[in-house]
């Protein structure tokens, strides 16, 4: 089964900065989606990009795909204290018609500091 | 909307004994539940699908002996980890997905708070 990447694993930035994260897949996909975290809780969905999409926005955040290389980056802009958590991009390999569970990668460690 | 439940949220119990893990979607009818598992600082790995009325399909080197799934209902799904050992100690993630019936759903799941396990 394909595994996706993050990196960093973990990222340490101050409050107000921006803060990227990047996913890497091996296979083709139909989508990718980003989730958060917090520290012993279940997932929060995030942002989902569609394989014939590029970028897209949701508040603070911006997530682009390039399928050519296989990758997604998950931007945070004005990053909060709040924001701290661990962020997982998770890739799906059909739309919805097959019985497909999502492939998560690794996950980034997010840490802002006040 | 689109929110999945899980019970109980944490359960400590003996080795050997077994522990039964509920998944409901409270406000939708999921045709599909999946269960994932996530041991600490690790990403979700997928153990098994879960489809309404059927058997469930499990990921390669999950026993479906020691992890059993039913979906009784387009709203439950229930995972029995049999006869625990502390090895099993993890968190347990269940998601359901929106049944679309003639619509594309792009497959966005929808996450229930987890399950802590212990097996002492």
């Known amino acids: 089964s394909q595994q996706g990447e993050e990196d960093p694993q973990a990222l340490s930035i101050q409050e107000g900065e921006n803060a990227t994260m990047n996913c890497s897949y091996k296979t083709s996909i139909n989508n990718l989606q980003w989730y958060r975290q917090n520290s012993g809780r279940g997932l929060v969905h995030l942002i989902l990009?569609?394989?014939?999409?590029r970028e897209k926005h949701s508040g603070r955040l911006r997530v682009t795909l390039d399928t050519s290389k296989k990758s997604s980056s998950l931007l945070i802009t004005a990053s909060r204290a709040a924001d701290t958590a661990s962020y997982f991009c998770?890739?799906?390999?059909?739309?919805?018609?097959?019985?497909?569970?999502?492939?998560f990668g690794k996950g980034t460690h997010l840490i802002i500091q006040p | 909307g689109a929110v999945v439940s899980q019970h109980p949220s944490r359960v400590i119990c003996k080795s050997g004994t077994s522990v039964k893990i509920e998944c409901r979607s409270l406000?939708?009818?999921?045709?599909?539940m999946f269960w994932y598992r996530q041991f600490p600082k690790k990403s979700l790995m997928l153990m098994a699908t879960s489809n309404e009325g059927s058997k469930a399909t499990y990921e390669q080197g999950v026993e479906k002996d020691k992890f059993l799934i039913n979906h009784a209902s387009l709203t439950l799904s229930t995972l029995t980890v049999t006869s625990a050992h502390p090895e099993d100690s993890s968190f347990y993630i269940c998601?359901?997905?929106?049944?679309?019936?003639?619509?594309?759903?792009?497959?966005?799941?929808?996450f229930g708070p987890g399950t802590r396990l212990t097996v002492l």
């Open positions: 998770a890739t799906a390999l059909y739309s919805g018609g097959g019985a497909d569970g999502l492939t």
């Open positions: 406000d939708f009818q999921a045709t599909t």
């Open positions: 998601s359901a997905r929106v049944s679309l019936r003639g619509r594309r759903s792009y497959n966005e799941q929808f």
């Open positions: 990009i569609r394989s014939n999409e």
